[in-house]
């Protein structure tokens, strides 16, 4: 699509289709981008609107996505696109009856488009009915079936409602569309933690920080599997890797304190736990509060 567009880059058919792939590749910023494009050259064309807002929702604005798919739907009442993105920026704004009925309503004008059910499915899962989600994002797939981000969403409820070898199977199914997909080794990682398989957790935790060792999420995770295994030293690797990605994780930080701890390094263990302290308590993180006074208790008794 690239090299389609940088020859003929004025051509909104091929314009809209790269957006939508840059939404499902996350790269929201870039999509807004081709989307300022596509007004420019058809304000009246409804993609662009469409897309517009769409990108909107996922940058965390769906105030500014709501009058953006309004106007969409007033050139073209039709275009289930713009009954999606509206769909997901009433919910996100709390307005949830409004959401279900645009988003039920994108369905019926699309009864065929993975987007509508994945975006209904949404809404039904932010408005407590995760049954229903459940069977929108089975439709998704059912239509389009190489789609990696419905699948995700489905593994994630199917673990809420406790379907964890249903969820751990969906993972495998990523994994056969694209291989070596870090997120998904990750997922795979907390599912088997889940289900108390600690062994092929950690495994597939070290395959996420394989995959993309920039990803502070999988470092964490790794890092709290060595740290479950008494692995202190590994677990430290991991919560400094994690730490230099994210210098602002309270986790990765004070999990390095509690590391040094079991290694026998009580005055680095010690200032690292008290500079987290007082971040934990600014951040009313009172899980983290507790980890860390246990903590400062055990280096107190030990040193």
Same mark, same amino acid.
């Given at each position: 699509?690239?090299?389609?567009?940088?020859?003929?880059?004025?051509?909104? &058919?091929?314009?809209?289709?790269?957006?939508?792939?840059?939404?499902?590749?996350?790269?929201? &910023?870039?999509?807004?981008?081709?989307?300022?494009?596509?007004?420019?050259?058809?304000?009246?064309?409804?993609?662009?609107?469409?897309?517009?807002?769409?990108?909107?929702?996922?940058?965390?604005?769906?105030?500014?996505?709501?009058?953006?798919?309004?106007?969409?739907?007033?050139?073209?009442?039709?275009?289930?696109?713009?009954?999606?993105?509206?769909?997901?920026?009433?919910?996100?704004?709390?307005?949830?009856?409004?959401?279900?009925?645009?988003?039920?309503?994108?369905?019926?004008?699309?009864?065929?488009?993975?987007?509508?059910?994945?975006?209904?499915?949404?809404?039904?899962?932010?408005?407590?009915?995760?049954?229903?989600?459940?069977?929108?994002?089975?439709?998704?797939?059912?239509? &389009?079936?190489?789609?990696?981000?419905?699948?995700?969403?489905?593994?994630?409820?199917?673990?809420?409602?406790?379907?964890?070898?249903?969820?751990?199977?969906?993972?495998?199914?990523?994994?056969?569309?694209?291989?070596?997909?870090?997120?998904?080794?990750?997922?795979? +990682?907390?599912?088997?933690?889940?289900?108390?398989?600690?062994?092929?957790?950690?495994?597939?935790?070290?395959?996420?920080?394989?995959?993309?060792?920039?990803?502070?999420?999988?470092?964490?995770?790794?890092?709290?599997?060595?740290?479950?295994?008494?692995?202190?030293?590994?677990?430290?690797?991991?919560?400094?890797? +994690?730490?230099?990605?994210?210098?602002?994780?309270?986790? +990765?930080?004070?999990?390095?304190?509690?590391?040094?701890?079991?290694?026998?390094? +009580?005055?680095?263990?010690?200032?690292?736990?008290?500079?987290?302290?007082?971040?934990?308590? &600014?951040?009313?993180?009172?899980?983290?509060?507790?980890?860390?006074?246990?903590?400062?208790?055990?280096?107190?008794?030990?040193?």
């Amino acid at each position: 699509l690239e090299q389609v567009i940088a020859q003929r880059p004025d051509d909104v &058919d091929y314009l809209y289709e790269y957006g939508q792939i840059l939404i499902d590749l996350e790269n929201y &910023d870039h999509a807004l981008e081709i989307a300022d494009r596509i007004l420019e050259l058809a304000v009246t064309d409804p993609r662009g609107y469409a897309l517009q807002a769409t990108g909107l929702v996922f940058t965390g604005s769906p105030s500014s996505a709501i009058p953006v798919a309004t106007a969409g739907i007033e050139l073209d009442s039709s275009f289930a696109p713009l009954y999606s993105a509206l769909a997901r920026a009433y919910v996100d704004t709390a307005r949830y009856e409004e959401a279900l009925n645009t988003g039920l309503l994108a369905v019926q004008l699309a009864p065929y488009d993975a987007d509508a059910h994945r975006s209904y499915a949404y809404v039904l899962t932010l408005s407590g009915a995760p049954i229903d989600a459940t069977n929108e994002l089975e439709q998704a797939i059912a239509i &389009d079936p190489n789609r990696v981000p419905a699948y995700f969403e489905l593994a994630f409820l199917y673990l809420a409602q406790n379907r964890d070898e249903e969820a751990i199977d969906i993972y495998n199914q990523i994994l056969a569309i694209q291989p070596g997909n870090p997120q998904a080794f990750l997922r795979l +990682c907390l599912a088997y933690r889940k289900v108390g398989q600690f062994e092929r957790a950690l495994g597939y935790c070290q395959d996420a920080v394989n995959a993309d060792p920039e990803s502070s999420a999988a470092q964490y995770q790794l890092g709290r599997m060595l740290y479950n295994n008494r692995d202190w030293q590994g677990a430290l690797d991991a919560f400094e890797a +994690c730490s230099g990605i994210n210098p602002s994780s309270l986790e +990765c930080n004070y999990y390095q304190g509690l590391a040094h701890y079991y290694l026998g390094d +009580c005055d680095l263990a010690w200032s690292i736990l008290f500079n987290s302290l007082a971040v934990a308590r &600014d951040t009313n993180a009172e899980t983290a509060v507790e980890d860390i006074q246990l903590g400062m208790r055990a280096v107190g008794e030990l040193c």
